[in-house]
């Protein structure tokens, strides 16, 4: 497992490794909760996902890793969080989906982890399942951050765990968008706040009163 959390360190992505470990926990305490695979929302490299898949490997679960591997808004070409590694020399357009599928396989978490490449909006509405666990780190504007959250929340089952990165209370520190859903989540009535590292938030279902 230490080996495990070190590639994690060492692989490309926006998630500290405090935020990692207790992302680790909540998908561990989710399996105890209630059953159903796990979905994260924004995969990048899998740094996340090894933390998240870490988790899967050791209770015996399933993490469906969602991502285009086109990038968001802030990783192509002259934005702040652009790499042009991650650029496909042949089609100059964003692929992390090599990156991520080397991380997996560097991890020995390919019997647990699951890419789904596309977008997320219609893999959600297309899936059926109900998770134990959700992740959502995917774009972080207000129409795709909005659309993850009600798109996917609703397959949540109950005593189910959502987990949400990059929730800045202070616009200084970040963008808007992930506070509020985070902030709608609450205020429906439908979630506990359970712990927060850093800015990712953990949130338990215990109602299915979507607003
Ligand atoms: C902030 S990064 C994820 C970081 C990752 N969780 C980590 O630990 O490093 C956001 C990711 O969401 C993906 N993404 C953005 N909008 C998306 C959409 N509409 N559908 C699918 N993936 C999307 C981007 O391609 C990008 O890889």
Redesign the pocket.
Known sequence: MKELFELATQ?????PHEE?MALYQAAIDASNYCAGPMV??????????I?IGAACDQVNSVLFS??????????QSGWE?HDPELVNPLTGR?D?LPT?RETIESAKLEHCVIAIV??????ARNWSTPLSFL?I?????ED?AW??YRNWTPHIALNGILAI??VFENSKDGGRPPYEIYVDALKSGSYQEISTQGSLRILKKTSHTER
Request: hydrophobic share 20%; proline share 2%.
């Open positions: 692989t490309k992505g926006f998630m990692g994260e929302i924004g995969a990048y490299c899998g740094k996340s996902t933390y969602v991502d285009h591997h086109r990038g968001s808004e802030e990783n969080h964003m992390t991520w596309g977008e997320s909006i219609t893999v992740f780190d995917g774009g972080h504007g795709p659309s993850d990165h990059d």
